[in-house]
């Protein structure tokens, strides 16, 4: 597993710490709200891509120079912005996802094992985030 950290990392391991496990709704909300982000990016990508066609090929009463920075403007915000985005937003995405087997015990330090056994009782399953760093809390501080 990578060192990875994210704020879904982050908000973990100050669950661990604090020694509450993060709720189902909680985690309902961070996946909608990821979610959301993804959507919100492929629309930047089309609606750049749309003004990108409106430049190129619809007659305007502007000077070409002006033309030509407008659709180089375009593409860039069609390709670099939504690139950048959604590769961060699917990183988290992934990170979001329900893992079935669970951290194993063994491996978690005190802390994660009691909240390892809490989420138990809940009755949900451990996102990935959850465990990459209840498996890596055991291993001392690099």
């Known amino acids: ?81 939504p690139i950048y985005g959604l590769r961060k937003h699917r990183k988290i995405s992934s990170f979001l996802e329900d893992t079935s087997p669970g951290p194993k015990k063994s491996r978690a330090s005190d802390e994660g094992k009691a909240y390892i056994s809490s989420v138990r009782q809940e009755g949900r399953s451990f996102m990935k985030a959850e465990v990459e760093v209840l498996e890596k809390s055991r291993e001392p501080a690099s």
């Open 1 to 81: 597993m990578g060192r990875e950290n994210t704020s879904i990392h982050q908000l973990v391991k100050q669950s661990i710490a604090a020694e509450t496990p993060l709720s189902s709704a909680d985690i309902r909300s961070l996946r909608r709200k990821n979610d959301k982000a993804i959507k919100l990016y492929q629309l930047v990508f089309w609606v750049a891509i749309a003004l990108f066609n409106v430049f190129l090929f619809a007659p305007m009463p502007i000077p070409g120079a002006l033309q030509i920075a407008l659709i180089v403007l375009s593409l860039a915000c069609a390709f670099i912005v």
